[in-house]
């Protein structure tokens, strides 16, 4: 499991590159209206003896100092990344703290982008979605075409409706990142055609500037998930590399 620091690294992303991250969760718990089966984390139920969320202030004291340090270091980073150990966007002061951020960024790392990995359960929230518009990577994901099989994937909490998520995302117009795992389990396959061709009609329908697609990397909370290949991700998303559209693939 993993418990981050408010402000954390730099850590080398698969994605992203020499990434400066930022937990808008708590240090010790968890806290995620998620609880995916490959959750680097672990289950929601594990990290619940911490529930304090950082504020604002606490963000951008951190986030200032460790800016001041890297610089005086001389270390540059590629992203500063909003992950940590739940969804960031589930903390209240979030477009606050994204405000706060990108001033830093400007004043002490300008060529880095700020990066968001987020699961787009709030984007139909308007100041989490002006909060998101704002960042130079909002990446957001999509794990499965139904909610069937989200629910087996992603474990959310009751509402949720991929309907209502591919509305809301349809507002940035193709300027965002969509972000896929693929992976397998005994009760589902990301490589069935009708899961394929599913998230592939949500994919030209979005059209964002950018599709990640990856596996999983690190130790899950559930059992007997396996990882598929770059190779076979790759075969999987052709259609979608020959209709053009940029597609990072991580194995």
């Known amino acids: 499991m993993l418990r981050e620091e408010t402000v954390f690294g730099p850590i080398h992303s698969r994605r992203l590159g020499t990434s400066l991250g930022i937990n808008l969760l708590p240090e010790k ?39 001041q340090d890297l610089a005086g270091e001389g270390i540059t980073v590629d ?60 990446i957001l994901k999509i794990d499965a075409p139904t909610n069937e099989l989200i629910a087996k994937i992603n474990n959310p909490a009751p509402g949720y409706d991929v309907a209502r998520v591919i509305e809301a995302l349809k507002k940035f117009e193709g300027n965002f990142i969509l972000q896929w795992c693929m992976l397998r389990s005994p009760d589902f396959d990301s490589s069935k055609p009708e899961v394929v061709e599913g998230m592939l009609d949500i994919i030209r329908l979005l059209h964002p500037r950018e599709v990640m697609v990856y596996t999983i990397d690190r130790p899950t909370p559930a059992q007997d998930l396996q990882k598929l290949s770059v190779d076979e991700m790759h075969r999987l998303l052709q259609p979608l590399i020959d209709e053009g559209f940029k597609v990072q693939i991580k194995g």
């Open 29 to 67: 718990g968890k806290f995620c209206n998620f609880d995916c089966i490959y959750c680097e984390c672990g289950w929601n139920r594990d990290g619940r003896n911490d529930t304090k969320l950082p504020s604002a202030e606490k963000v951008r004291h951190d986030l200032s100092n460790k800016l």
């Open 79 to 138: 992203s500063i990344t909003f992950s940590g150990d739940g969804e960031p966007t589930l903390n209240p002061e979030f477009p606050q703290i994204i405000d706060d951020t990108i001033a830093l960024r400007d004043r002490y790392a300008p060529t880095a982008k700020v990066s968001i990995l987020s699961n787009a359960t709030r984007v139909h929230i308007p100041e989490v979605f002006a909060a998101l518009c704002k960042v130079d990577n909002p």
